[in-house]
């Protein structure tokens, strides 16, 4: 079984119809009316100084309190900006409360509007002007953490003390967003999920699913060759629009025409790839679908909305593509509990 969910970025603007309260209300109410449809997740994107959505915890918590199967997480938590311990904690409350129905995607995170804004958080000593060392080394301890090692000395002088809550196989419940293929290998080798975004980097200017397609390639390989063997979950994201009336054939042609191919350009110094938007009947997003190797591959297609545009709008988008399109691609609706791996997503090794 394939799962698809909605990817948020949590846009809003102050002073205008669509704040912050509003924003984070309809979040919510997204999330409820996507769950009623059978969606299988509903993820967020976390930015700092931005208005966009920040503090993920409390949201996902509210939607996993009024809803039934529908699974909640991230897409990603920027673990520059992070307390390991603390978000160890959270993670394995918010694990419990929604009966393993998480999927928390961890990062070092994309470029922010403040320089080194992590910093003005309190997380100083980066050596890296991007903050990768510190990410990767809360990481670490993070994982440590929700494994259950010992993280503090003890005031008795006995054992390194655990962090409390923990929530048994929070771990396989973990995601890390990978953008190039040496991270992708890294994720593999932890034994952690992979996310996949529309923007990823590579070597040459490629079309996003051959870049893509071969990351979760070398991931499923590092994954078995580490010894894991447990199914293992690959998710990547997609901006599609399926047109089943009058008034999408409207509101999308203008879209569908501006943004109906991959783009290329450089961050970082690297060549990178920004993901194209889908936009057709049905049919023609079956047919365009099927021949994006990515998608075919993942087991979670994450479909980013834009929701600043309410919940209307957004839940019209996501029922057309449940019952239009999704199907056709082996989704099943998950009526009675979180998306799991399934017999495909099982780490192989490349023939």
């Given at each position: 079984?394939?799962g698809?969910?909605?990817?948020?970025?949590?846009?809003?603007?102050?002073?205008?119809?669509?704040?912050?309260?509003?924003?984070?209300r309809?979040?919510?109410d997204i999330?409820?009316?996507?769950?009623e449809l059978?969606?299988?997740?509903a993820?967020?994107?976390?930015?700092?100084?931005a208005?966009q959505?920040?503090?993920?915890m409390?949201?996902?918590?509210?939607?996993?309190?009024?809803?039934?199967g529908?699974?909640?997480?991230?897409?990603?938590i920027d673990?520059?900006y992070?307390?390991?311990?603390?978000?160890a904690?959270?993670?394995?409350?918010l694990?419990?409360?929604?009966?393993?129905?998480?999927?928390?995607?961890?990062?070092?995170g994309?470029?922010?509007?403040a320089?080194r804004?992590?910093?003005?958080?309190?997380?100083?000593?980066?050596t890296?002007?991007r903050?990768?060392?510190?990410a990767?080394?809360?990481?670490?301890?993070?994982l440590?953490?929700i494994d259950?090692d010992?993280?503090?000395?003890?005031?008795s002088?006995?054992?390194?003390?655990?962090?409390?809550?923990?929530?048994?196989?929070?771990r396989?419940?973990?995601w890390?967003?990978?953008?190039?293929?040496n991270?992708?290998?890294?994720t593999g080798?932890?034994?952690?999920?992979?996310?996949?975004?529309?923007?990823?980097f590579s070597?040459?200017?490629?079309?996003?699913?051959?870049?893509?397609?071969e990351?979760?390639e070398?991931?499923?390989v590092?994954y078995?060759?580490?010894?894991?063997?447990r199914?293992?979950r690959?998710?990547?994201?997609?901006?599609?629009?399926?047109i089943?009336?009058?008034?999408?054939?409207?509101?999308?042609?203008?879209?569908?025409a501006?943004?109906?191919?991959d783009g290329?350009g450089?961050?970082?110094?690297?060549?990178a790839?920004?993901?194209?938007?889908y936009v057709?009947e049905p049919d023609?997003?079956?047919?365009?679908?099927?021949?994006d190797?990515?998608?075919?591959a993942?087991?979670?297609?994450?479909?980013?909305i834009?929701?600043?545009?309410?919940?209307?709008?957004?839940?019209r988008?996501?029922?057309?593509?449940a019952?239009?399109?999704?199907?056709?691609l082996?989704?099943?609706?998950?009526t009675?509990?979180?998306?799991?791996g399934?017999?495909?997503a099982?780490?192989?090794?490349?023939?």
């Amino acid at each position: 079984m394939k799962g698809f969910g909605f990817l948020s970025f949590g846009h809003y603007q102050h002073g205008s119809t669509v704040g912050t309260a509003e924003m984070i209300r309809q979040a919510v109410d997204i999330g409820v009316g996507a769950d009623e449809l059978g969606v299988n997740g509903a993820y967020f994107r976390v930015h700092h100084f931005a208005t966009q959505q920040a503090s993920p915890m409390p949201l996902l918590s509210a939607i996993a309190a009024k809803t039934r199967g529908i699974e909640v997480g991230t897409g990603v938590i920027d673990m520059r900006y992070e307390n390991p311990l603390y978000l160890a904690e959270e993670a394995a409350a918010l694990d419990i409360l929604t009966d393993q129905r998480i999927a928390l995607g961890i990062s070092r995170g994309s470029p922010e509007p403040a320089d080194r804004g992590w910093e003005s958080f309190g997380y100083t000593g980066s050596t890296d002007p991007r903050g990768s060392d510190i990410a990767r080394d809360k990481f670490e301890l993070f994982l440590r953490a929700i494994d259950g090692d010992g993280v503090a000395p003890a005031a008795s002088g006995g054992p390194a003390l655990p962090i409390e809550p923990r929530s048994p196989g929070l771990r396989e419940r973990i995601w890390w967003g990978s953008g190039s293929a040496n991270t992708a290998e890294w994720t593999g080798r932890q034994g952690l999920n992979m996310m996949s975004s529309t923007l990823v980097f590579s070597d040459e200017a490629r079309p996003l699913h051959e870049v893509q397609y071969e990351q979760i390639e070398r991931y499923r390989v590092a994954y078995a060759d580490a010894g894991f063997t447990r199914p293992s979950r690959v998710s990547v994201s997609r901006s599609i629009f399926p047109i089943a009336s009058a008034d999408d054939a409207q509101m999308f042609a203008i879209l569908g025409a501006r943004e109906g191919r991959d783009g290329f350009g450089s961050i970082d110094g690297k060549t990178a790839t920004f993901g194209k938007t889908y936009v057709g009947e049905p049919d023609q997003l079956v047919a365009a679908l099927r021949a994006d190797t990515a998608v075919m591959a993942a087991d979670t297609l994450m479909i980013t909305i834009p929701s600043q545009l309410g919940v209307d709008f957004n839940l019209r988008v996501l029922e057309s593509f449940a019952r239009h399109v999704a199907p056709e691609l082996g989704w099943q609706p998950n009526t009675a509990g979180p998306v799991t791996g399934y017999p495909a997503a099982v780490a192989q090794p490349a023939d």
